[in-house]
Every structure is written in C-alpha cells, then in structure tokens.
Antibody, heavy 120, light 108 residues
Framework: EVQLVESGGGLVQPGGSLRLSCAAS????????MHWVRQAPGKGLVWVSR????????SYADSVKGRFTISRDNAKNTLYLQMNSLRAEDTAVYYC?????????????WGQGTLVTVSS | QSALTQPASVSGSPGQSITISCTGT?????????VSWYQQHPGKAPKLMIY???NRPSGVSNRFSGSKSGNTASLTISGLQAEDEADYYC????????FGGGTKLTVL
C-alpha cells in the first residue's frame, strides 16, 4: 500500500524548533519530488516547500524562507522539515505529499498530517 | 489573498449539479493545462480529484468533471451526494500561490 506517515508535530514555544518527518512506503521514494503543505486551523492549503528526487534542489515559500529546511534521506525513505524560529502563525497541520509530476504540483499521495502548535 | 480565486461557498441539493470556479490569469490557469482540484473532508487529508484540467485519477467517480475557459477553470459535480460535502481547492503550479482559497460545498 502506498503510504505517507508524518510525525514530529507538537506544542512548541515561539522561537523554538521542531523537526517533522514523513515516512514513505509502498513506492520508490527516491523517484519522486516531495512537498510540504500546511493548513492553519480553519484556513486553506498553503504550499510550504518542495525538494527534488535526489535532494539537490529545494524551494520555499517566502513566509518560511530562511527558517525552514526541507531534506530527505532516500536510504531511509524519509522526508524531513526542520523548522526553526517558529512563530504563532506557523501553527498548522503539516502535510507531506508526493508529486507525480516532478515539480508540477501533481500531489497524488498525501499523508494524514501532523499538528504543529506554536504557543507560549 | 490567493492568486487563484474561488467562491467561498456553494450549495446544492442531492441529485443536482454544481460548479465551482477557479479564476486565475493568463500566466497560470489561462496559459497552461495544469489545473488540479482537491477534495478535503473535515479532519482529513486532501484528495486529488482532477488533474490537467479534466483528467480523473483512477478511482474517482465520473460524477466529477473539470473544464477550462480562458482564465477560469471549473469543477462540476453532477448527481450530488451527501458524501460530496467537503472543501474543494483548485491548484495551478504556475500560480504564485499554488492553491486557491478553497470552496466549501454544502449538500442541502
């Protein structure tokens, strides 16, 4: 079964850090570009970051540039999102998603999401 | 403000058809056939329903169809069912925002 499972969310204070993980199974992880998409409570989907299949190219939304780092370990079939200098506005459910068009944002497979809450 | 504009809400009765619009520009929706639509039920992950304007992934009901005219893409759901009640998001990878603001579909 093709599956993405996020983990690592939780409650963190403003200015703190958190690392999210997304474990992939059921497909050749190393062949796919991957994305992180977030959704604040009661709000819409917002693209956060993407990484190409071998990890050599990354891109970020302006709102997280310089604070978040996307990476992957193809040997472990795992995608990561390192989040530093967290702000209240980063509070959201974070989804990882598989891109079936290598950067074309054809998000065919999604994880169940992990909730990040930034609050003192 | 999203670069892709969707109505905040639409509604319809069971059995009816509804259409959700997604308006962009000639640089995204109008210029490329790379519009996708996602369905999201409360507390669930989004699900791809339509890609490349009008193509359905395997397993998606043929009650869902997509089209485009100029800078506006549309998702039509025919034969509305209670289970169709959800949020719907359009997407275009050439858009600055990548996702529309979302449309809440209510089945009356």
């Amino acid at each position: 079964e093709v599956q993405l499972v996020e983990s690592g969310g939780g409650l963190v204070q403003p200015g703190g850090s958190l690392r999210l993980s997304c474990a992939a199974s059921g497909f050749t992880f190393s062949s796919y570009w991957m994305h992180w998409v977030r959704q604040a409570p009661g709000k819409g989907l917002v693209w956060v970051s993407r990484i190409n299949s071998d990890g050599s190219s990354t891109s970020y939304a302006d709102s997280v540039k310089g604070r978040f780092t996307i990476s992957r370990d193809n040997a472990k079939n795992t995608l990561y999102l390192q989040m530093n200098s967290l702000r209240a506005e980063d509070t959201a459910v974070y989804y990882c998603a598989r891109d079936d068009r290598s950067g074309g944002l054809l998000l065919y497979v999604w994880g169940q999401g992990t909730l990040v809450t930034v609050s003192s | 403000q999203s670069a892709l504009t969707q109505p905040a809400s639409v509604s319809g009765s069971p059995g009816q058809s509804i259409t959700i619009s997604c308006t962009g520009t000639s640089s995204d929706v109008g210029g490329y056939n790379y519009v996708s639509w996602y369905q999201q039920h409360p507390g669930k992950a989004p699900k791809l329903m339509i890609y490349d304007v009008s193509n359905r992934p395997s397993g998606v009901s043929n009650r869902f169809s997509g089209s485009k005219s100029g800078n506006t893409a549309s998702l039509t759901i025919s034969g509305l069912q209670a289970e169709d009640e959800a949020d719907y998001y359009c997407s275009s990878y050439t858009s600055s925002s990548l996702f529309g603001g979302g449309t809440k579909l209510t089945v009356l």
